[in-house]
Structure formats: structure tokens, C-alpha cells
């Protein structure tokens, strides 16, 4: 019976372990106005996501077919972190905008479009995202008339992805403790 109780209790702390969210480091904040353009092309700003909410915000704006301002950045996600959720909102606009879009992409390989209603939302599709370096470049702006702005936010839950191994053994471990003797 002491060993059936000390199982569990072990059990319950790997469960927890597997699964917490929380993480050491601090998630980010990236506020373009604050902390610098975000380039419309390569090189692209390369920001490192942490465990938590991690938030990109800024403005696009064209005045014209030649002079636009489209925000591109890139984004890693280190090794035993995941982003299980993640979506863009655009709380404001000036001009007729009625959508924004970026590509989503790993190792040059498109992964989604990304098309933002403005106002509006849109929720990731292909989230969850494991470890790696994801780009999201600007492609264009849906409008009827220049001068043209939108506001976004890009928002990520990131959590720490639960490592296969682990997950096995807690599968086994449960299985063992449901399993009545006779």
C-alpha cells in the first residue's frame, strides 16, 4: 500500500512536470515603435520566443504603390518549447485597409498564409509549432485607397513541449497502476 501511494505521488509530480507550462526565462514584448522597424524584407529581425506570452505589435502603412512601410520578422522557438497556440489581431486602421497577409514559413518552405481582416483577427492553423526558426513576411495590404494603415498584434503560447520518452513512461506508468491484481 506504501509503495501504491508513493507511486502515485511520483506519478503525479512527472505528470506535472510534463505538461507545466511555466518556464525560467521571461517571454517577449516587441513594440516596433519602441524597439525598432520591423524590415519589410531580408535581413529580417530574428526574435527568440520564451515560455508564456510572447507579443510582436506594430503598424503597416502604404501612401502609395511605392512607398509602403510592410512589417517582416522572423522568430525561433528553442529546442524543448513549443508554440501550441498563436493568432494576430488588428484593433485599429486608418484608410480603406480591409486585410493584411504574411507568409509563414520554414526553411523556405511555406507553412500558412496568414490573412488578417482589418479590424479582426485570424487564429494560426498550423499551430502547434515545434523548435525552430519560422519567418513571417508581409505581402501585401487589401485596400481600395492610399493612404493606408493597420495596427497588429501577433501573440504566441509558448509552453515547453513534452518529450516523447516521457510521454511513453507516463503511459506506462499509468497503464501499471490501473491494473488490478486479483
Known amino acids: 500500500m506504501l509503495f501504491r501511494i508513493v507511486f502515485i505521488r511520483a506519478l503525479s509530480l512527472a505528470a506535472f512536470t510534463l505538461f507545466a507550462s511555466a518556464v525560467s526565462a521571461a517571454p517577449i514584448t516587441y513594440i516596433e515603435s519602441i524597439d525598432g522597424d520591423l524590415p519589410d524584407g531580408a535581413p529580417l529581425t ?3 520566443l520564451d515560455g508564456g506570452i ?9 501612401t502609395d504603390f511605392t512607398t509602403s512601410d510592410f512589417d517582416s520578422f522572423a522568430f525561433t522557438i528553442p529546442a524543448g ?8 489581431i488588428s484593433p485599429e486602421k486608418t484608410g480603406a485597409s480591409n486585410a493584411i497577409d504574411w507568409t509563414l514559413s520554414v526553411d523556405n ?8 481582416p482589418t479590424p479582426g483577427a485570424y487564429v494560426f492553423t498550423s499551430a502547434p509549432l515545434s523548435a ?3 519567418d513571417l513576411v508581409m505581402n501585401q495590404f487589401g485596400f ?6 493597420a495596427d497588429y498584434s501577433f501573440i504566441f503560447n509558448v509552453t515547453t513541449a513534452p ?13 501499471a497502476l490501473l491494473r488490478r491484481r486479483p
Open 46 to 48: 530574428t526574435l527568440t
Open 54 to 62: 510572447n507579443t510582436v505589435s506594430g503598424t503597416a502603412s502604404a
Open 81 to 88: 518549447l513549443q508554440v501550441t497556440s498563436a493568432k494576430v
Open 109 to 116: 518552405v511555406p507553412v500558412e498564409v496568414v490573412a488578417l
Open 132 to 134: 525552430g526558426t519560422y
Open 144 to 149: 481600395d485607397s492610399f493612404p493606408v494603415t
Open 163 to 175: 518529450e516523447p520518452a516521457s510521454l511513453s513512461l507516463l503511459a506506462l506508468a499509468s497503464a
